[in-house]
């Protein structure tokens, strides 16, 4: 066990570009989780004069917004909303993905035809309108944005579950399996699932920065949770001033499109690190 | 080249001490080391050992094909008609290819684009080389496809490959490789992946093929009965290296390498003795990451002793016409001969 | 009483195109301690025959009698007692272990199904891994780590753990190099020599099946064309299809090779979609006649323990006429 964690993990730090991309992302962890001890009061607090610009002041090192709020807070506290939604949402999708993959690959017959039909009407809804739609009907909670992001990027991770189920079911071993009595359950978790898997798990991080990128867009859009600080929302803020102060905008878009591309980057590595074709090489 | 051979006309392919290293994470492997061998007009030279030898390298190196980020051809001389190929540009290798030395793959379904029709991949390779006009060489095309024996030639030639036999296939990929009337055909495991009565009669066709036009032919295989029905020389490789080298009949009847003696053994239409052991080889190939200083088949072989595993045994004439590298055999036949009467 | 016994099998599939009879009416014995070799081509069924006795693809018709049980039709708990019997060992030694499991586990995997408790199943296993030849401590290394032979030899363990009485080998030693296909084939021996088990072999090489089977079948398109002892049918073929694969078959000695003068199978095999009224070898058949165009062979006895089905058969011929047809090889 060990001797092997240490081979995946000495495979994914081959990929240089997995390895930024994963101190980009503990870099952002890293700020979610101090967030409370670097910015110990409400970010969405007034604090001082509006549209400060970024590195004029060392009270303000990243300045303030169209109403005087510190955009260095509130960056920080929204690295945590963004990373419990891309968390949550993806977990959400793994799951529901999984089990609807899983069962229609194995069992076959009409449960495959009814679900990969479910799978393709989930997938024909514009996800944005769709994710909106949930929210405008739940209401504007972070958990139930969460849960409409989850509803919305389950469909790939099923397509994929499958895939890899129907190539694995054929394969010798599972035959073996079945020639010596084994159940069809016991045969689907112990023995074909953890050799899907590692496909999955590199979409599954995929997967988490899609649903940054929407929980951006609904909170863009002001369709968000109102008592917590967003990228999206800081981004929707500074809408109106984005010829004047445009570092608004600017600042939280940068970070937004820092954290998905490292967790492309990571999602490379694990890739590499998983793949066992690459072995050797 | 070897000063037992006799005057023989001038040899199509002479490779002079072959290196091709594989440039791994884990280090530079020699995957070939030193070959060398010739191949006369007219002849079929059969290249035998198991995976991991280095035979398919050979070629493809012969070729110029190799896959180049791991595979380099670092020493040595593939002299064809008497042009070092290895010194050419890509552009005038492109010319040889398909024209002068031609090469055929084990799998015929995934050697075809599954996208165009038969005719127009044979179309496409004759015209590369050759300057004729479109119906002209779909003329030439079916003529081929002819003398493959392919039945109803012209219906033929609108057909995708999924639509003919693993067999048909191969006859097609034959027909596109002597296109041109190369000097030299390569075939690596035509018919490994064939049922054994359309391997009798590919083997039937390339024979045939050849009679008619003084090809070479060097074909790649791991099969001794493949070899025993096609082959007029034999050359048997292990771990990269060339043991041995002999005249088909001479290599069956006394086989000085172990190596040989013990895939004879091993292979059961060989032995005729049913119900019989087979010979099993101990062990297994070594990694080329992990071969022993000395003879790379020390390990395996019964009839080891000190000097193998101190020094490599070169490749030695010791018969006429056949080489081998082995201590033991040259022991074995330097007593014979003061036994015969020095 | 023989240990399996096939009768009148079939197994059709549905394709895109029409209905496939991959196993057309086959019966056959296997006996207690012997071992049976299925040969044929691409498109014979001796995979799918394999596969239908182990109960992994439905038979639409006949029946499977193992140790005088009926399993054709067995569901649940009784198929699982039942297949303890009977097991199998596959062609890729590379598809055939599950890469995320070490050789322990999987070889322990039918004695975890079976219901044995860890420690009995850990002693089973280190003795499995003795009786075929690999290291006791390899039980913690991983399929990635061994070669295809190796391999092989954990499949052949896995296949044993329940001392099964028959073991099918659906092309055991195919993708294996030739010095370790003999070790393989050795080591079958040697097992069946201790443990008495039977098998049944299937395979396309047949000089490997003339080695090690005491009697072989000869498949054609889903039928059983000819069967019998080895070295009667490789001396004396009765039909003409297994006259055209011994014809064909590379034999390791050049200067046999060459001066033996052999009719070689000419044609394609037609397709199992639209397989030929009549006999399934008439399109391709060097003797065919218009009885054999229009009639379906019947497997009949010809001597004791031969079998053929053809309206001509070789040895009829040459007993009739002895000097007209030129025997194989």
């Known amino acids: ?281 | 080249m070897a000063p037992e051979l006799a005057p023989r006309p001038a040899p199509i392919l002479a490779l002079d001490q072959l290196q091709v290293s594989l440039f791994t994470r884990r280090g530079v492997l020699p995957a070939v080391d030193g070959l060398s061998l010739t191949v006369a007009p007219g002849e079929t030279l059969a290249i035998v050992g198991e995976s991991g030898c280095g035979k398919s390298l050979a070629a493809l190196a012969v070729m110029r094909l190799l896959p180049e980020p791991p595979a380099k051809i670092v020493g040595g001389a593939v002299r064809f008609m008497g042009r070092d190929l290895a010194a050419l540009s890509e552009r005038e290798m492109q010319r040889v290819r398909g024209r002068d030395i031609s090469m055929i793959f084990q799998d015929p379904m995934t050697s075809l684009n599954p996208v165009t029709t038969v005719g127009a991949q044979l179309v496409e390779a004759i015209r590369r080389h050759t300057d004729v006009a479109h119906g002209e060489a779909v003329n030439r095309a079916v003529e081929l496809l002819r003398r493959v024996r392919i039945p109803d030639a012209e219906r033929r030639l609108t057909d995708y490959p999924h639509q003919m036999s693993g067999g048909m296939s191969q006859r097609v990929m034959i027909a596109m490789a002597i296109a041109c009337g190369p000097k030299l055909l390569i075939a690596d495991e035509p018919t490994t992946a064939l049922d054994v009565t359309v391997q009798a009669q590919i083997l039937e066709l390339m024979k045939e093929l050849q009679a008619t036009s003084e090809m070479g032919l060097i074909i790649i295989t791991h099969d001794l009965g493949v070899v025993a029905e096609i082959a007029d020389r034999v050359v048997v490789m292990y771990a990269g290296r060339k043991v041995e080298e002999a005249p088909v009949e001479a290599l069956f009847e006394r086989s000085l390498h172990p190596y040989t003696r013990g895939l004879l053994g091993a292979t059961p239409s060989a032995s005729r003795r049913r119900g019989g052991r087979l010979v099993d080889i101990a062990g297994s190939v070594p990694g080329l990451a992990e071969l022993p200083a000395g003879c790379a088949f020390q390990n395996r072989c019964p009839d080891v002793f000190d000097r193998c595993r101190a020094e490599r045994p070169m490749l030695a004439p010791l018969l006429p016409r056949r080489s081998a590298a082995c201590f033991g055999a040259e022991k074995e036949l330097s007593r014979d001969a003061a036994i015969v009467g020095a | 009483m023989p240990l399996l016994s096939v009768l009148s099998l079939c197994v059709r599939y549905n394709s895109a195109k029409g209905i496939v009879r991959a196993v057309d009416d086959v019966s056959f014995d296997v006996e207690a301690g012997e071992t049976l070799g299925l040969v044929g081509e691409s498109g014979c069924g001796k995979s799918t025959l394999g596969k239908a006795i182990m109960r992994l693809v439905p038979a639409c018709n006949g029946l499977v009698v193992l140790d005088g049980q009926d399993i054709t039709r067995l569901q649940g708990r009784t198929l699982k007692s039942a297949r303890q019997t009977m097991q199998m060992i596959f062609q890729d030694p590379y598809g055939s272990l599950n890469p995320r499991h070490d050789v322990g586990t999987i070889v322990g995997q039918p004695l975890s199904v079976a219901g044995w408790s860890r420690r009995d199943i850990r002693d089973r296993v280190t003795e499995l891994m003795e009786k075929v030849g690999l290291p006791a401590e390899a039980v913690r290394r991983y399929p990635h780590e061994f070669s295809g032979g190796q391999r092989q030899r954990v499949g052949i363990a896995r296949a044993l753990a329940l001392s099964p009485k028959i073991i099918i080998c659906d092309e055991p030693v195919s993708a294996l190099d030739v010095s370790v296909r003999a070790q393989v084939i050795n080591l079958l021996k040697d097992l069946q020599q201790a443990t008495g088990v039977s098998y049944l072999f299937i395979s396309h090489d047949l000089s490997v099946v003339e080695h090690i089977c005491d009697r072989l079948i000869v498949m054609y398109l889903g039928r059983i064309v000819e069967s019998g002892r080895s070295e009667e049918v490789w001396q004396q073929p009765a039909h003409p299809y297994t006259q055209a694969l011994l014809a064909a078959a590379p034999v390791a000695d050049p200067r046999f090779a060459r001066s033996r003068t052999r009719r070689l199978l000419q044609g394609e095999l037609p397709s199992p979609l639209d397989p030929p009224a009549g006999c399934a070898f008439s399109t391709r058949c060097p003797l065919a006649r218009e009885r054999c165009r229009q009639e379906k062979p019947v497997l009949r006895a010809i001597q004791s323990g031969r079998k053929v089905a053809c309206h001509y058969d070789l040895i009829e011929q040459s007993a009739a006429e002895p000097l007209a047809v030129s025997a194989a090889g």
């Open chain 1, 1 to 281: 066990m060990l001797a092997s964690t240490l081979d995946f993990v000495r495979r994914f730090a081959r990929n240089r570009g997995a390895l930024v991309g994963f101190v980009l992302v503990l870099t952002v962890i890293g700020v979610a989780l101090a967030a409370p001890w670097m910015f110990p009061r409400n970010p969405l607090r007034i604090v001082g004069r509006p549209e400060i610009w970024p590195f004029t002041s060392w009270r303000y090192p990243l300045g303030t917004d169209s109403l005087g709020r510190d955009i260095a807070a509130m960056l920080a506290y929204g690295a945590r909303t963004t990373l419990l939604i891309g968390l949550f949402a993806s977990l959400t999708a793994t799951v529901i993905g999984i089990g609807v993959g899983a069962t229609a690959a194995y069992l076959g017959g009409w449960v495959d035809e009814v679900l990969m039909r479910c799978t393709e009407l989930f997938q024909t809804i514009p996800n944005l309108i769709f994710v909106l739609t949930i929210v405008a009907i739940l209401g504007q909670k972070i958990e139930y944005v969460t849960i409409a992001v989850g509803i919305v990027t389950w469909t790939p991770i099923a397509r994929l579950t499958r895939a890899e189920f129907l190539s694995l079911r054929d394969r010798e071993f599972v035959q073996a399996c079945r020639a010596m009595g084994m159940g069809n359950f016991r045969i689907m978790l112990g023995e074909i699932l953890p050799n899907a898997l590692p496909p999955v798990i590199v979409l599954s991080s995929l997967v988490i920065a899609g649903a940054v990128l929407f929980e951006s867009a609904v909170s863009f859009l002001g369709l968000g949770d109102p008592n917590v600080s967003s990228w999206g929302r800081l981004i929707g803020d500074g809408r109106t001033l984005i010829r004047t102060s445009w570092y608004i905008c600017a600042v939280p878009g940068l970070a937004i499109m820092l954290t998905v591309l490292a967790l492309n980057l990571v999602g490379d590595g694990l890739n590499d690190a998983l793949n066992p074709k690459l072995r050797d090489r």
